[in-house]
């Protein structure tokens, strides 16, 4: 197993260091590798996404990231910003699927910021589409008209990308509750209303699946009026964007919520949800929870390790369950961990 690791920026490191050691522990053979990626790879070589790491990632069986981007960067041009490094690497290994699980450990319900009866039992996929939509699309920029500046970018999907993602997703439905929600804006987007009409089309070849239909901003309040209504959800890059930060919240942080990035041959990009949290970088507190999980989803879904990762992803429970806590989920009564120490704890477990 070839596994590119891209620690990146912030607190990228720190818990990337948690999840290798978690990864070494199960005595797999596996062969890892570092590189540079985002604010550090502009820093070193000049650029968010190098050949070097070009190189290393196409080679790799799965990726395992850490975060990119801080405000030591954002006055950097726009193509140097290290936030294209992520962009460029889903684009360069066509990870189209984006799975973002949102799972409440009956632990940390005091921890969301909704009621414990509302998110009790949340266990929520949201499938997002990762390489097409407005963040790509063309033309894209800013011009002047009339005298003044205009920004532009240009919502685009083929019917080839929408099947391909919406395949992904009911699929993934029909491995857990069999009920679907597909989440478009077609009353206003024509886009959008091709998205409909195709996942339509594909819903009569998975008749064991339940389809449903919600525009984003209804789907937007239902995430907080009552949010297990829905089993897996599947939206386009924009939509999914927003939607996944805001279910991962309630879970009471993001700092748990593991992700992947899928080709269609199972490689894939492995990374947290949450971000750099520069704020934080280098004093060891950072969560690395969400790492780890990302690491147990690597061993699922590219190597088909179900046992290994159902090995890790017991121990997360376990040091839960132990009352071990980072500052992102410390209640009073909770023993309060570093990243280190909380690696600790799951190495025990395991």
């Known amino acids: 197993m070839k596994i590119c690791v891209l620690p990146g920026d912030g607190i990228g490191p720190e818990i990337t260091a948690e999840?290798?050691?978690?990864?070494?522990?199960?005595?797999?053979?596996?062969?890892?590798?570092?590189?540079?990626?985002?604010?550090?790879?502009?820093?070193?070589?000049?650029?968010?996404?190098?050949?070097?790491?070009?190189?290393?990632?196409?080679?790799?069986?799965?990726?395992?990231?850490?975060?990119?981007?801080?405000?030591?960067?954002?006055?950097?041009?726009?193509?140097?910003?290290?936030?294209?490094?992520?962009?460029?690497?889903?684009?360069?290994l066509n990870l189209f699927a984006n799975l973002r699980p949102a799972i409440l450990y009956p632990e940390l319900a005091n921890a969301s910021t909704l009621k414990p009866e509302v998110v009790a039992g949340l266990d929520i996929l949201i499938v997002r589409e990762l390489t097409g939509d407005i963040y790509f699309g063309q033309p894209r920029g800013v011009r002047e008209e009339n005298g003044e500046r205009v920004g532009f970018n240009t919502m685009v999907y083929s019917?080839?990308?929408?099947?391909?993602?919406?395949?992904?997703?009911?699929e993934a439905a029909r491995k857990?509750?069999?009920?679907?929600?597909?989440?478009?804006?077609?009353?206003?987007?024509?886009?959008?209303?091709?998205w409909r009409d195709i996942?339509?089309?594909?819903?009569?070849?998975?008749?064991d699946v339940e389809l449903s239909h919600m525009l984003v901003d209804n789907a937007a309040m239902q995430l907080v009026k009552a949010p297990k209504q829905f089993d897996?959800?599947?939206?386009?890059?924009?939509?999914?964007?927003?939607?996944?930060?805001?279910?991962?919240?309630?879970t009471g942080s993001i700092g748990m919520l593991p992700s992947a990035s899928l080709d269609d041959k199972q490689k894939g990009l492995y990374e947290p949800s949450h971000g750099s949290a520069p704020d934080i970088a280098g004093k060891g507190v950072a969560n690395p929870l969400a790492t780890i999980l990302s690491a147990a989803m690597m061993l699922r879904y590219t190597f088909g390790?179900?046992?290994?990762?159902?090995?890790?992803?017991n121990a997360?429970?376990?040091?839960?369950?132990?009352?071990?806590?980072?500052?992102?989920?410390?209640?009073?009564g909770t023993n309060r961990v570093g990243t280190k120490q909380m690696g600790d704890a799951v190495l025990a477990a395991l």
């Open 19 to 92: 999840a290798v050691r978690v990864l070494k522990a199960l005595g797999l053979k596996m062969e890892m590798e570092e590189g540079l990626i985002g604010g550090c790879a502009v820093d070193a070589a000049g650029t968010p996404y190098p050949e070097a790491t070009q190189k290393l990632a196409r080679e790799a069986d799965a990726v395992l990231l850490g975060a990119v981007g801080g405000p030591k960067w954002d006055s950097q041009p726009r193509e140097l910003r290290p936030e294209r490094g992520l962009l460029g690497i889903r684009k360069d």
């Open 176 to 194: 857990r509750d069999k009920r679907l929600c597909s989440v478009d804006k077609m009353n206003v987007l024509e886009c959008t209303q091709l």
């Open 232 to 250: 897996v959800m599947v939206t386009g890059n924009m939509f999914g964007d927003i939607l996944s930060d805001e279910a991962s919240m309630l």
């Open 159 to 170: 019917e080839s990308e929408i099947r391909r993602i919406g395949r992904v997703a009911f």
């Open 305 to 313: 390790l179900e046992e290994q990762a159902v090995r890790i992803e």
């Open 316 to 332: 997360v429970k376990k040091v839960l369950a132990q009352g071990f806590r980072t500052g992102d989920i410390y209640e009073p």
């Open 199 to 207: 996942m339509i089309d594909l819903a009569k070849d998975y008749p």
